[in-house]
């Protein structure tokens, strides 16, 4: 398995160098992406750096879980948003973080494989690590990523849905993940960029789905959504693993209490997913294996039509 890593990220590597030396627009795509003087000389500097105070930490999640408590107990059933002027809000909400997730996902792709040398270098920082440079410009706009996708509860809260879909799962994953990506980007957290770049891919299919729901053409594919998120985390088992490996068999990675909260959110996200899971698709088909009541599976949208 460790074969076929190195295999993958030397012939990434060669291809990204050669497609470097051909091509200006790939160049220039490079040049804004990892060397313009904003990436390639960032630092991360506790208490100086836009949000890297625990106390701008500690207000975001405190000011988050209050409003969302407060606004999703309003005892009216009307939305004071317009249903055409949310939708609008949600498309341009949704096509913003898609295109975000992309340049993260792209940018910190190309940072990994032009700036380290190796795999082992990318699983693995050497202990002592400084957070700066541009795979952590990335890793402090994904943290800012976090933080702005509280949107998303938002307009749960302003839908017509919000009482199926403002779940413990939401509110949970949005509140810890930006403790998550804080904890890693101030320990110069190994495998970081990685995990990085797999979220950011899943989060450009996940955005897909939300973008074409607030359009009115709900796909069929949620499952696929919900089985990359799945798979994701089942992935980063696996890093987490490698990490411990080379943490306790060689000279110890950066980040190791990093790790640690990572391990444990991690495993609660994939216990949850796996109920939402459960919860969604198999009720979905059971609906239609069942007792001849017609309901026809709708990919646990939750929206199936009853049958004529
Ligand atoms: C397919 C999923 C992505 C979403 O499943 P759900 O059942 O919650 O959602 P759904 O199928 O009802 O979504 C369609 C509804 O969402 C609305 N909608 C559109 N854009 C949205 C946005 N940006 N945020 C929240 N809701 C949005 C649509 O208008 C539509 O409303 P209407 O129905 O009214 O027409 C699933 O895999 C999932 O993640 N479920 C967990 C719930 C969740 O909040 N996930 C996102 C954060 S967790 C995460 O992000 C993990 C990770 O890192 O990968």
Redesign the pocket.
Known sequence: MYNITVFIFSSLKHLVETLLTISPTFQTLHYYLVKHPRVHNFEWHQGQTFGSSITFLTLTILLYLTLTFLLSRRHTSTVPVPPSLL?LL??A??TF?LSLSATMALGCTLTILTTLPDVHNLICFPVGTVPKGPLFFWAHVFYLSKIY?Y???L??IL???AS??L?F??VY??AT?VVMCYISLHTAQSMYPGILVT?SV??VV??L???M??LGK?PTW??L??D??IV?FYSSFGIMALIFYYHFTGDGCSGIWGWCFDSVFIAS?LFL?LD??TK?YMKSKNEVNGNGNGVVDDG????AAKQA
């Not at 646990?300 to 929206?303: E, V, Y």
């Open positions: 939708r949600t498309a909400h949704n973080l996708e949107v998303d509860t307009l749960i839908s017509s849905s199926r879909r779940s799962l939401h994953h949005h993940v979220n899943v989060h996940m955005y789905y939300y973008l729901c607030s709900r949620k499952k959504v919900t990359c998120q994701q996200l997913f939402f899971h969604t646990g949208s939750g929206k």
